[in-house]
């Protein structure tokens, strides 16, 4: 379970780091200020009630092989939580919720809800989710980039550099937005040893919070076990991901 667990949980703290410092949606002028442009982009996402879609994890191989893709659903309540639901193969499901002082990891193979407290969580979730206002000023140093993502031209900003901490490192972040709707769709997370690109699908912001939709699948009476969060980030003695 660790291993895909970890590139989601690199995914969502690296998305946390500039997911809070978000503004109103502005139109793609070359005028536009990139730090405005950024925040435009985020902002409805952070003030929705919730935000709801499918995401793709792409994670490259650092031996140049084909990359490891990951899909799931993702659910967002800003001030209260979030829940990441993988999909195939080896799914597991991640709740960390404000409200119930709870950080869940559920893995259908193992038969196993492991359970932390809230404080227990990434850091930078714990902000995204208690105060996504809390870093409205954050100079994110955007640059205008331009990357191909699967063959198409994508028009998008580079950010600073950023160490995102519990064991995670540095990296850089890219994003862009979706040009229908002008939220947020491509996230690449980028660093020395390895690259993951996230891609949100469908992106809907509610007009109401679910809290249910913070609800583990598991079946009722499932067994529990504590869990250590830096166990999924841990490194193996070769210095591979885990």
């Given at each position: ?98 409200e119930r002082d709870a950080f ?83 996230i690449s997370i980028y660093s ?51």
């Amino acid at each position: 379970m660790r291993a895909p667990l970890r590139v989601a949980l690199v995914a969502l703290v690296a998305f946390s780091t500039i997911a809070a410092s978000a503004a109103r949606p502005a139109a793609s002028r070359r005028d536009v200020d990139p730090e405005e442009a950024v925040h435009a982009m985020l902002r409805p996402m952070a003030s929705a009630p919730e935000a709801t879609a499918r995401v793709s994890i792409e994670r490259s191989d650092p031996f140049g092989g084909l990359p490891d893709i990951e899909r799931g659903r993702l659910w967002f309540l800003p001030g209260r939580g979030l829940r990441y639901k993988s999909e195939g193969k080896g799914a597991h499901e991640m709740v960390i919720d404000r409200e119930r002082d709870a950080f869940l990891v559920y893995s259908p193979a193992e038969r196993l809800v492991y359970r932390a407290p809230f404080t227990r969580s990434p850091l930078q979730i714990r902000r995204l989710i208690s105060d996504p206002e809390r870093i409205l000023a954050k100079d994110l140093r955007s640059i205008p980039e331009q990357r191909a993502i699967r063959g198409t031209a994508r028009s998008g900003y580079r950010l600073r550099p950023a160490s995102l901490g519990d064991s995670l490192g540095e990296v850089s972040t890219w994003i862009a937005a979706d040009p229908s709707s002008g939220l947020p769709r491509w996230i690449s997370i980028y660093s020395e040893a390895e690259s993951v690109l996230v891609e949100l699908r469908g992106l809907t912001l509610l007009k109401a919070a679910r809290p249910r939709d913070l609800s583990l699948s598991a079946p009722k009476g499932t067994p529990e076990e504590p869990l250590n969060p830096r166990e999924l980030l841990e490194r193996d003695n070769r210095g591979e991901s885990r």
